[in-house]
């Protein structure tokens, strides 16, 4: 498996627009978590879904954001509209079980609202 | 809150030498958790570590965990430039503190 994939990697947007932030989780894996990471913050737990169904979402900092998982296979996370104070590093990761196992996280993208 | 603390923020250690930091948390938890990051990159499970369980070892790594104190240390052994990260514990709810900043020089 090739491991938790996000895109892009990088993104560059203007303040106002929307962002859409995807992510394929490791197949067969039950859990998706959505993290933002920036110096000031940390790395914050944003929201999190089993089996497709969200299932604490009280890290989401507004209604700004929001999350959806279609399918096992994909997920994405939405800014609409961005703002400069969003720009972090957003990581989304996957586990086998929850969260008491190992996680297993992509590479992040950085977004940059300019 | 669950989240875990580390502690401390940086450290810097020559090439050999052993570093050690440590992850407090302040409700009960059903295990503790550390990673790592390089720089740019995506965190990297290293250990879990059970309620029940006081020591475990991978490799290079220790890891303790004292539930009296509700506290946990991770020891990393004859550290090499590669082991340049930070560090992250996370409790229950894989939330996880600040990390620390680990530098090891050649």
């Known amino acids: 498996d090739a491991g938790v994939i996000q895109s892009p990697r990088h993104e560059v947007t203007e303040m106002g627009q929307e962002v859409t932030l995807r992510c394929k989780p490791i197949s067969g894996h039950d859990y998706l978590f959505w993290y933002r990471q920036t110096m000031m913050r940390g790395l914050e737990l944003l929201i999190y879904f089993n089996n497709n169904v969200p299932i604490d979402d009280s890290g989401m900092p507004e209604d700004r954001f929001s999350a959806k998982m279609p399918n096992a296979s994909f997920s994405t996370l939405k800014i609409q509209p961005s703002e400069p104070r969003d720009s972090a590093v957003y990581f989304c990761?996957?586990?086998?079980?929850?969260?008491?196992?190992?996680?297993?996280f992509g590479q992040g993208t950085r977004l940059t609202v300019v | 809150s669950q989240q875990g603390e580390e502690d401390p923020q940086a450290l810097s250690i020559q090439e050999g030498e052993n570093a050690t930091m440590n992850c407090s948390y302040k409700?009960?938890?059903?295990?503790l958790q550390w990673y790592r990051q390089n720089s740019g990159r995506g965190l990297v499970h290293l250990i879990l570590i059970r309620s029940n369980e006081r020591e475990k070892h991978s490799g290079r790594l220790r890891v303790t965990l004292d539930t009296s104190k509700k506290s946990s240390s991770l020891l990393i052994t004859a550290s090499r430039a590669a082991d340049t990260a930070s560090y992250f514990c996370a409790t229950d709810k894989l939330s996880f503190g600040a990390g620390t900043t680990v530098t090891v020089r050649a």
């Open positions: 409700t009960s938890i059903n295990n």
């Open positions: 990761a996957s586990s086998l079980g929850g969260l008491n196992t190992e996680a297993f």
